[in-house]
């Protein structure tokens, strides 16, 4: 069987593994923010993600749309069968997108767990100094010291 060439769905292919590719960059360094407490930098990384990742499910409609004619169904497997078949061109891109997206999703699960550990850590701190400060009395309800000087032994009495 001949190839099936078709100029628009290898355009396509390029286009979803570039932004992929850029989907990872982001993940990599989101990574590395958070593992170097750097997070004030994490609410612009988060606007580029949002708008990366709305990006690449209009390119994946695009596939879609492209692939439609020609795949039944369009999960995976189905894509991977009918470019084994007809187009080894888009397959490597195919295998390339397929790698990258297991990438961006194994960062994700990383930066979710990184995530959810400083938020454990900040709600530890924050309880252990809650306690310290309801322990120690030294402020009332109304934020005034509780504490009166001239209650008690002076420091300089025996």
């Known amino acids: ?10 355009t396509a292919l390029k286009n979803e593994q570039t932004a992929v590719r850029g989907f990872v960059e982001l993940l990599q360094q ?24 709305l990006r690449l499910n209009e390119l994946t409609e695009i596939r879609r749309q ?14 991977l069968i ?9 397959l490597s891109l195919w295998h390339a997108i397929s790698d990258l997206a297991e990438q961006a999703r194994v960062l994700n699960h990383i930066n979710g767990e990184l995530v959810q550990m400083k938020l454990r850590h ?5 309880t252990t100094l809650t306690r310290a ?4 009395n030294l402020y009332g309800p109304n934020g005034q010291t509780s504490f009166s000087p001239g209650s008690g032994r002076s420091l300089g009495n025996v």
């Not at 492209?66 to 894509?79: C, M, P, T």
């Not at 900040?122 to 924050?126: A, E, G, I, T, Y």
């Not at 400060?133 to 120690?136: C, E, M, P």
Request: hydrophobic share 45%; aromatic share 4%; with cysteine.
């Open 122 to 126: 900040n709600q530890q701190s924050l």
């Open 133 to 136: 400060v309801s322990q120690a």
């Open 66 to 79: 492209l692939l439609a004619g020609f795949v039944a169904g369009s999960d995976s497997a189905a894509i």
């Open 30 to 53: 989101e990574q590395t923010l958070l593992m170097e407490n750097s997070i004030d930098q994490l609410p612009l990384l988060t606007e580029k993600k949002s708008a990366d990742a």
């Open 1 to 10: 069987m001949l190839p099936i060439i078709c100029p628009e769905l290898l």
């Open 82 to 90: 009918w470019l084994e078949a007809n187009n080894k061109e888009c």
